[in-house]
T-cell receptor, first 111, second 114 residues
Framework: DAMVIQNPRYQVTQFGKPVTLSCSQT?????MYWYQQKSSQAPKLLFH???????NEADTPDNFQSRRPNTSFCFLDIRSPGLGDAAMYLC??????????FGSGTQLSVL | AQTVTQSQPEMSVQEAETVTLSCTYDTSESDYYLFWYKQPPSRQMILVIRQEAYKQQNATENRFSVNFQKAAKSFSLKISDSQLGDAAMYFCAYRRGSQGNLIFGKGTKLSVKP
């Protein structure tokens, strides 16, 4: 009964090679978030969609972009991954004012 | 800017005992929500408990309860009858109003000793 699904669980890419992480939801929530979590650190918000409205955090690198083609899907694109982008990427969803539901995350390694 | 502070990087509790994790936050907003999330080694974030700032009554979910002190901007989590499965990283989080994103504290790693 997975509600927020992230694929793949583990992703390996090469330095500078574009990579896309995916997230889908069965909850019909209007808000979707992408968080980056590095080892032993708190999750850090990269951006979120409120319906189709895209909201980028001020300190999110330009290297990171996102697409939300419909309510159910949201993608995180890293155009030119660097070694510092290796992290766990967490997708979450919510209805306005309610709790966030998180996916299991995608662990990204950059070689 | 809102901040969330967890002053205990690590805590340890004996199985069946009670432990309290501390969290303080800073905000000038009146409408906000507070959360405790648990992150086990699998790395999935699991909501433990949620508190609306406008509610004076402390939230409770089975063995988990909070002590919400709005004036002091304190939001501690009490885990009663600790179980081995409670071992995880616990994050305190703040959300402004109905559209704000979650701001997390740095987390407290809880170990449960058998």
């Amino acid at each position: 009964d997975a509600m927020v699904i992230q694929n793949p669980r583990y992703q390996v890419t090469q330095f500078g090679k574009p990579v896309t992480l995916s997230c889908s939801q069965t909850l019909n929530h209007n808000v979707m978030y992408w968080y980056q979590q590095k080892s032993s650190q708190a999750p850090k918000l990269l951006f979120h969609y409120y319906d189709k409205d895209f909201n980028n955090e001020a300190d999110t690198p330009d290297n990171f972009q996102s697409r939300r083609p419909n309510t159910s899907f949201c993608f995180l694109d890293i155009r030119s991954p660097g070694l510092g982008d290796a992290a766990m990427y967490l997708c979450a969803t919510s209805r306005t004012s309610e709790k966030l539901f998180f996916g299991s995350g995608t662990q990204l390694s950059v070689l | 800017a809102q901040t969330v502070t967890q002053s205990q990087p690590e805590m340890s509790v004996q199985e069946a005992e009670t432990v309290t994790l501390s969290c303080t936050y800073d905000t000038s907003e009146s409408d906000y929500y507070l959360f405790w999330y648990k992150q086990p080694p699998s790395r999935q974030m699991i909501l433990v408990i949620r508190q609306e700032a406008y509610k004076q009554q402390n939230a409770t979910e089975n063995r988990f309860s909070v002590n919400f002190q709005k004036a002091a901007k304190s939001f501690s989590l009490k885990i009663s009858d600790s179980q081995l499965g409670d071992a995880a990283m616990y994050f305190c989080a703040y959300r402004r109003g109905s559209q704000g994103n979650l701001i997390f504290g740095k987390g407290t790693k809880l170990s449960v000793k058998p």
